[in-house]
T-cell receptor, first 111, second 112 residues
Framework: EDKVVQSPLSLVVHEGDTVTLNCSYEVTNFRSLLWYKQEKKAPTFLFMLTSSGIEKKSGRLSSILDKKELFSILNITATQTGDSAVYLCAGDSSNTGKLIFGQGTTLQVKP | ETGVTQSPTHLIKTRGQQVTLRCSSQSGHNTVSWYQQALGQGPQFIFQYYREEENGRGNFPPRFSGLQFPNYSSELNVNALELDDSALYLC???????????FGPGTRLLVL
């Protein structure tokens, strides 16, 4: 059965800290790995990763995929209170068009 | 904002009732996917519609059904509501069935 596991489930840091969020996956006919940020309701798209070893960056956020180890990480440097959110990772299966989500990591950034 | 809209934003129903949730996809998108997100959990895939046809379904019973219209907007219908159906229902649209999905703000359903 397809599954995505995220760790840690929750994290509390102070502004300026660097955090690393982890995502492991087992997805049949894997096509890509996606990261979303969910603050209140709508998950907002961060990254789509399809190739191993190629880092994607957007400001203070970056992410990389390891297709051999079935693993991805999301890094946030110099965290700000506005980074407080639930971070979701999802595996995309070409079989069905569905996204298989992990449970999410709740990040709280304290001033 | 993604351009994906959902209605209503929230509603309360009682067990056994039926509910219809609506989603308007982003302009230029022909695929809509529906997800159920229980409190503290990640979204669970319900089904996807591509060009008005169902294009994949998750582990949800038949009382969860859907439609996609020629303008690519979509409805999610749930019959015989149960308490466990209380959740945030998210719809996501994409340009095709293989491209990035962008989510709407969701409908929060409470079943009493």
């Amino acid at each position: 059965e397809d599954k995505v596991v995220q760790s840690p489930l929750s994290l509390v840091v102070h502004e300026g800290d660097t955090v690393t969020l982890n995502c492991s996956y087992e997805v049949t006919n894997f096509r890509s790995l996606l990261w979303y940020k969910q603050e209140k309701k709508a998950p907002t798209f961060l990254f789509m990763l399809t190739s191993s070893g190629i880092e994607k960056k957007s400001g203070r956020l970056s992410s990389i995929l390891d297709k051999k180890e079935l693993f991805s990480i999301l890094n946030i440097t110099a965290t700000q209170t506005g980074d407080s959110a639930v971070y979701l990772c999802a595996g995309d299966s070409s079989n069905t068009g569905k996204l298989i989500f992990g449970q999410g990591t709740t990040l709280q950034v304290k001033p | 904002e993604t351009g994906v809209t959902q209605s209503p934003t929230h509603l309360i129903k009682t067990r056994g009732q039926q509910v219809t949730l609506r989603c308007s996809s982003q302009s230029g998108h022909n695929t809509v996917s529906w997800y159920q997100q229980a409190l503290g959990q990640g979204p669970q895939f319900i089904f996807q519609y591509y060009r008005e046809e169902e294009n994949g379904r998750g582990n949800f019973p038949p009382r969860f059904s859907g439609l996609q219209f020629p303008n690519y907007s979509s409805e999610l219908n749930v019959n015989a509501l149960e308490l466990d159906d209380s959740a945030l229902y998210l719809c996501a649209s994409s340009r095709t069935s293989t491209e990035t999905q962008y989510f709407g703000p969701g409908t929060r359903l409470l079943v009493l």
